[in-house]
């Protein structure tokens, strides 16, 4: 006969196995539901797309930095020939000194963006309100008597020295430099630009509403300019080339048929950009003519209408 104590053994086993059983349905029950929980969330709560967020673009402020002659040289540096502390900070051609008293010359420094700055000289005539032109080339002294010709006319002239690597699109940093002038008109600027800075000054004023007249000397880049001469339209074009650069003046002939406004080509007989402006010295008088009629004398009827 079985011991007693086997007996109880038996009869607690099969209370013992349904206790397990019972906590075993239990974590059964409850990981259904935590399934079922998260088969929900993620049907209501889609997980959140990726967006992108915009940075605002911190585009360089147009400045100008008129210094006149004090500023720049002194009261006496010209006539007693010294080294002036302050202009040792100044690169090297970064002004021009002033021409002689009675003139409107001036040595001014624009800032296309915190690591560029091109030098140039400012001609501002006597009145309130005036047209304004922009030259462009390689060297600010080889314009001639232009800058003087055309301030003589009326004409607001800021003459900038561009380099190979400046961009079109700096264009707009150099129109907005000119306007801020005070008794710059704002609606009548011309643009001039000689050689390389020609094309420089045909695309940029192509996408700019502020150039309405635009002169080149020696342009470069047929296909280029070809392609912009829709999106310059009907604006006045005036064009020079020597007959000695069969680049340029094959470019310069071409925009002149291309243009859908008035369009006036000069052949010289040899040179090359500004050096058309010293091989034939009557390319001076023409050009400021040429851009008198175009800015001047619309701005006057204006005026009279």
Do not use: H, K
């Not at 088969?39 to 008129?66: G, M, N, Q």
């Not at 010209?78 to 502390?85: A, F, K, L, V, Y």
């Not at 030098?119 to 005539?125: T, Y």
């Not at 392609?227 to 470019?251: C, F, H, K, V």
Request: some cysteine; aromatic content about 4%; hydrophobic content about 45%.
């Amino acid at each position: 006969m079985p011991p007693a104590n086997d007996d109880r053994s038996s009869g607690a086993r099969p209370a013992a196995y349904r206790s397990q059983r019972a906590v075993f349905a239990s974590l059964l029950f409850a990981s259904l539901l935590l399934l079922a929980g998260c088969r929900l969330l993620r049907a209501d709560s889609p997980a959140p797309a990726p967006t992108a967020t915009l940075v605002p673009r911190r585009d360089p402020i147009p400045t100008i930095e008129v210094l006149d002659s004090e500023a720049l040289y002194g009261q006496d540096s010209r006539s007693i020939g010294q080294t002036i502390p302050s202009l040792a900070s100044f690169s090297a051609g970064a002004v021009l000194p002033p021409v002689a008293a009675g003139d409107s010359e001036r040595g001014v420094i624009v800032s296309i963006d915190a690591n560029t700055f091109l030098a140039g000289e400012l001609f501002r005539p006597d009145g309130l309100r005036q047209p304004g032109v922009l030259l462009l080339g390689a060297d600010v002294s080889g314009w001639a008597n232009l800058p003087a010709r055309l301030s003589q006319e009326g004409f607001v002239v800021l003459a900038l020295a561009t380099r190979p690597l400046t961009q079109a699109r700096d264009i707009e940093i150099m129109l907005q430099s000119l306007i801020a002038v005070p008794g710059v008109d704002a609606g009548s600027i011309g643009v001039i630009g000689a050689d390389f800075a020609a094309d420089i000054a045909a695309l940029g004023c192509a996408v700019n509403s502020l150039c309405d007249a635009l002169a080149l000397l020696s342009p470069r880049s047929l296909g280029t300019l070809l392609n912009i001469m829709p999106s310059y339209g009907g604006r006045p074009l005036w064009l020079a080339a020597g007959q000695d650069d069969s680049e340029a003046l094959d470019t310069a002939t071409a925009l002149a048929e291309a243009a859908s406004g008035e369009a006036q080509l000069l052949e010289v007989s040899a040179g090359r950009g500004l050096e058309l402006l010293r091989v034939q010295p009557d390319l001076v008088d023409e050009l400021a003519s040429w851009m008198w009629l175009q800015l001047q004398a619309r701005q006057q009827s204006l005026t009279e209408e």
